[in-house]
T-cell receptor, first 114, second 112 residues
Framework: NAGVTQTPKFQVLKTGQSMTLQCAQDMNHEYMSWYRQDPGMGLRLIHYSVGAGITDQGEVPNGYNVSRSTTEDFPLRLLSAAPSQTSVYFC?????????????FGAGTRLSVL | DQQVKQNSPSLSVQEGRISILNCDYT??????FLWYKKYPAEGPTFLISISSIKDKNEDGRFTVFLNKSAKHLSLHIVPSQPGDSAVYFCAANAGNNRKLIWGLGTSLAVNP
């Protein structure tokens, strides 16, 4: 199993450009989420999905769109990139177990907006 | 309003000694607490968890202690190894909500 795959690993954008961060999982998990990690800010939830066709906002959703047409894929779209969106982005898929909610993360996308 | 707090941004210990990472929470509805470990340039990975009905869970060198009355948990690593150097996140969830509430992380450095 590949787990959670994120592409690209690195990206540089100019202010105002748009792009899509790809995320795919092969574990058949219903729940997927996008986080951003900034220095001193921990992991902040951008958007999440509880299944195909269902998405909802996290704590920092502005400037980002998501869709979930399949169980496997959960792309994150930046509509008009801003320097404040410079960050490391992580996609995760998760399941509930007797040990709690176990999240599996991708390796991350490091985005710089100039 | 942080529901999960890790008040120590960093911790440095000598190889072979004990590392103790602390986490406080405010929401008494949390029923699972989890620790994740993150190396640079990688995503976080699940390390160990504890149910709110227990006060201790052990897995090899890693032990989680939960004090519900104090709303406090700690992760003990014994003995600490240089490969344990990473950022450790404390997280919690409540009931059927699969959303995890995260602390800000503690960066652990284990010195040879």
């Amino acid at each position: 199993n590949a787990g959670v795959t994120q592409t690209p690993k690195f990206q540089v954008l100019k202010t105002g450009q748009s792009m899509t961060l790809q995320c795919a999982q092969d574990m058949n998990h219903e729940y997927m989420s996008w986080y951003r990690q900034d220095p001193g800010m921990g992991l902040r939830l951008i958007h999440y999905s509880v299944g195909a066709g269902i998405t909802d906002q996290g704590e920092v959703p502005n400037g980002y769109n998501v869709s979930r047409s399949t169980t496997e894929d959960f792309p994150l779209r930046l509509l008009s990139a801003a320097p404040s969106q410079t960050s490391v982005y992580f996609c995760a898929s998760s399941y509930s177990s007797t040990r709690g909610v176990i999240q599996y993360f991708g390796a991350g996308t490091r985005l710089s907006v100039l | 309003d942080q529901q999960v707090k890790q008040n120590s941004p960093s911790l440095s210990v000598q190889e072979g000694r004990i590392s103790i990472l602390n986490c406080d929470y405010t929401n008494s509805m949390f029923d699972y607490f989890l620790w994740y470990k993150k190396y640079p340039a990688e995503g976080p990975t699940f390390l160990i968890s504890i149910s709110s009905i227990k006060d201790k869970n052990e897995d090899g060198r890693f032990t989680v202690f939960l004090n519900k009355s104090a709303k406090h948990l700690s992760l003990h690593i014994v003995p600490s190894q240089p490969g344990d150097s990473a950022v450790y996140f404390c997280a919690a969830n409540a009931g059927n909500n699969r959303k995890l509430i995260w602390g800000l992380g503690t960066s652990l450095a284990v010195n040879p």
